[in-house]
């Protein structure tokens, strides 16, 4: 949805409701039917609920400062240590049980699993290792890996020497991680050789060197040598401040590293996202109120238990990884999934077997992979014994109904509750979702916001709408796992998130709200249905692009002279990247132009930004001030009927554009 599309239209369709069962509500975390109201009667104390899921290394003073917002303090003065907390704590009783259990991708791969004891062991010799590396606290250590076991001990050893990671996801492209680096002034970097893709062995190294000659600084790079465990490699040799993982393991074989004491706000990690401008965001998140706000509701709403096998698909390069691959459920000492590969590699059913062979006991997923499975069929599910599921969710992107309930019987035999949970990489964990022990379902709708979650929908005016009205989402208090700030920018902070709907210039937090950009309707019974961005900012298979930083790649290839970017509706990507581009005089419009401006957007940000169509346009649809109507171009990429174009400068240039889409 565009910035235009004030008058959001809901989709209001009857709603059925599903009631979690019996069952599950007897054995659930949270059953207390009171917890909304409890929660609502003893704010902020409520969360000492969830501050109480830690161990702190020194009490903290106070729940909320909130003398200063939008700088908000949480947990004040109180110490701990994130490593500590999701290993040390758990050695006693939990030593001998899994910690990771990890799948690698190629089917005859020796999977690891990682007891607690093992994985402190690793945690701890790679923190020894980086700190002979020279990483001191608060020196921020990147990290551009896939799915291998060696990311989630770079990240635990990294919180051990309180040293804040930030990592990059593995499909971004060398420019993306260059980027990363020199707005972190990260002088350090954990990378790997190599991974699987679909049965093939894929370079990692080059991409990542590559990257590392546009970083402004000198770095130190360590390298996990991941395709030499099965003798492929593509033959690389560590060039100087490059130092081998394995080496460096057994370097300090058996060193101990004692868990620094972090306060409460200190930086836990860095995590870049999209915006609206070319720049992606460093979004800060700190110790205590990201580590109690994933413990909390990895335990209220996953209902995660010591005993469980937990399996998110997600990739720990996105935030869905970091709070609920990683954090939140090595906090609650549960064993915690990692699979290499993609759902559909050696075939369609891989994600069940590994369900079925590992007993996994709750699977949290994304939309764009539900609908995928949809398309594939019933049958590989139902070839697998999948009874081991407690319960299901998604995440990353409205459901639609359809799909919500093909989840729910073919994944979840009718049994399992499912959480559609919405949040973003800035809240750090979920903040509107049904609880599944207590609250009914509504498919299509994410929930009510979590106890002690004030969230509204509102007009531009920031009063509330009508129930079944759209309108846009808000957070109108604080919660404790918030970002505090986007690295070294404050003043970008609060333009981004609050400026919309608080008066800046007041110190009183009621006068705060927080604007996640999001087009959302609430129902009379309070359940709020997300209906998507209203910025300039596109949710492709579940993650987010900026157009801008997409538009900003095309035109960065030779030949273009201009470009915009919509989001087109996509039935398993949710949308699909549209560019629509005015070549230069003299540039052909040729299909090799084409493959050159897909390359250019992929040497720039990754694959996962590729555009699925390039409607070359010999004009824009503009408004008499030159602004471009993207709202139009979506119209006409979706084929819908368009917009009003009476306050276009040119408004001819729509059907033209129109036959070029339709002609191709
Ligand atoms: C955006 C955040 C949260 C981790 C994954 C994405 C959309 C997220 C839902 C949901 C409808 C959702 C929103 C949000 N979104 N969850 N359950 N229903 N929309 O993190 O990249 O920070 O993107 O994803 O538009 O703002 P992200």
Known sequence: MSSEDVELEARLEEQEVFEPAASFVEGANVSDADIHDEFEENWP??????????????????????????????????????????????LDERGDEAAIEWVGEPVDEDNVTLTYDELHGKVNETAAALRDLGVGEDDVVTMYMPMIPELPVAMLACARIGAPHSVVFAGFSADALATRMNSADSEYLVTCDGYYRRGDPLDHLDKANEGLSGVDHDTDAVVVDRLGRNGDDFGHDLGERQHDWGELMADHEGATVEPVDRDAEDMLFLMYTSGTTGQPKGVKHTTAGYLAWTAWTSRAVLDIEPEDTYFCSADIGWITGHSYIVYG????GTTTMMYEGTPDHPDRDRLWEIIEEYEATQLYTAPTAIRAFMKWGEEYPAGHDLSSLRLLGTVGEPINPRAWKWYYKHIGDEECPIVDTWWQTETGGMMVTTLPGVTDMKPGSAGPPLPGVDVQVVDTDGDEVEPGRAGYLTVNRPWPGMLRTLYDNDERFIEEYWAEYSDIDSDDPDDWVYFPEDGAKIDEDGYITVLGRVDDVLNVSGHRLGTMEIESAIVGVEGVAE???????????????????????????????????????????GPIARPERVIFTPELPKTRSGKIMRRLLEDIANDDELGNTSTLRNPDVVDDIREVVQGD
């Open 563 to 605: 470009a915009a970017v919509v989001g087109g509706d996509h039935p398993v990507k949710g949308e699909a990247v549209y560019a629509y581009v005015i070549v230069e005089d003299g540039q052909a419009e040729s299909e090799a132009f084409r493959a050159e401006i897909v390359e250019g957007v992929e040497d720039a940000i």
């Open 329 to 332: 459920p090595l906090a609650l």
């Open 45 to 90: 104390e409520c969360w000492e609920r969830a501050a109480e899921l830690l161990d702190w290394e020194e009490p903290y003073e106070q729940v909320l400062d909130d003398s200063n917002p939008p700088f908000y303090e949480w947990f004040t003065d109180g110490t701990l240590n994130a490593s500590a907390n999701c290993l040390d704590r758990h």
